[in-house]
């Protein structure tokens, strides 16, 4: 592994960095024993669209956000541990290749790299660190994840009553559970789940009744229990909720053109 680079210069230097491009709007990202491993630009699946997005990998955390001026200013910042990760690998759509899925108990969401080559890199070396994170904790992987969005366009009517459909007047919903699109009329429920928010949430009719009847059923088993927290103390999940609104102005500023891989982006990872 490469927690020998810890204490070097150039390690220090590489995070200073990230952290610059980051501003005040990031966390602080310098912590004992922490070990920048490589960056690059990967699509993410958001709910309108897919869009670029700034990846950092750490021997601890993984680190995302929203791409202003390439190198020099990125916001929206997004810290995983990850102790709490697991991948996913995924087959190729036609409006995505080289995917996987980033799963977590609180966020699940899709990923493309720019080439196979690409993606095995990035998966082999998330795996490479979360393997090595979770044999020094002496953690077993999680197993409870939340379920990913389906994104906007890919239904025109709810998910659930299968007839509603949508239109400028008929808003779609997201299930927080099973991540559905639905209408207003079959998610007018809300339900705290602590491992996603603090405040009840919007669920579907029918994941609240699951949810509702696992709630009875745990109440009456062993009571209330607290919610887990990460081991990585200090951190909220992120500084603020992946934007979906238009990112054309920033493209402007930073895109040549259709290609945003180019040579000059990738940094490969340090063994």
């Not at 993984?62 to 001026?69: H, N, P």
């Not at 103390?233 to 891989?261: M, V």
Request: charged share 25%; glycine share 6%; proline share 5%.
């Amino acid at each position: 592994m490469v927690d020998y680079l810890a204490n070097t210069e150039i390690n220090s230097q590489r995070i200073a960095a990230v952290e610059n491009c980051f501003g005040t709007s990031g966390q602080p990202l310098a912590v004992p024993g922490r070990v920048l491993l490589g960056e690059g630009i990967l699509t993410k699946e958001c709910r309108k669209k897919a869009k670029p997005r700034i990846f950092f990998l750490f021997n601890d955390i993984l680190v995302y956000g929203s791409i202003v001026i390439n190198k020099r200013k990125y916001s929206s910042q997004h810290i995983i541990p990850l102790d709490e990760v697991t991948l996913e690998s995924l087959p190729d759509t036609l409006q995505m290749k080289n995917r996987w899925m980033i799963k977590t108990a609180k966020k699940s969401f899709v990923v493309a790299a720019a080439s196979l080559t690409e993606r095995k890199e990035w998966i082999n070396h998330l795996e490479e660190c979360i393997r090595h994170l979770l044999s020094k904790t002496g953690q077993q992987p999680p197993t409870e994840h939340a379920a990913p969005w389906i994104p906007d366009k890919a239904t025109d009517i709810c998910m659930r009553c299968t007839h509603t459909k949508f239109s400028a007047l008929t808003r779609r919903h997201h299930c927080r559970k099973c991540g559905f699109v639905v209408c207003g009329d079959c998610s007018r429920q809300r339900f705290l789940m602590p491992r996603l928010s603090s405040k009840p949430l919007r669920v579907c009719n029918l994941c609240y009744k699951q949810l509702m009847a696992e709630k009875k059923e745990s109440e009456d088993l062993h009571g209330l229990t607290k919610p887990a927290h990460s081991p990585l103390g200090g951190y909220e999940p992120s500084s603020g909720d992946d934007s979906d609104r238009s990112d054309e102005e920033k493209l402007e500023e930073w895109s040549t053109g259709a290609e945003f891989y180019a040579d000059e982006v990738w940094s490969s990872f340090r063994s």
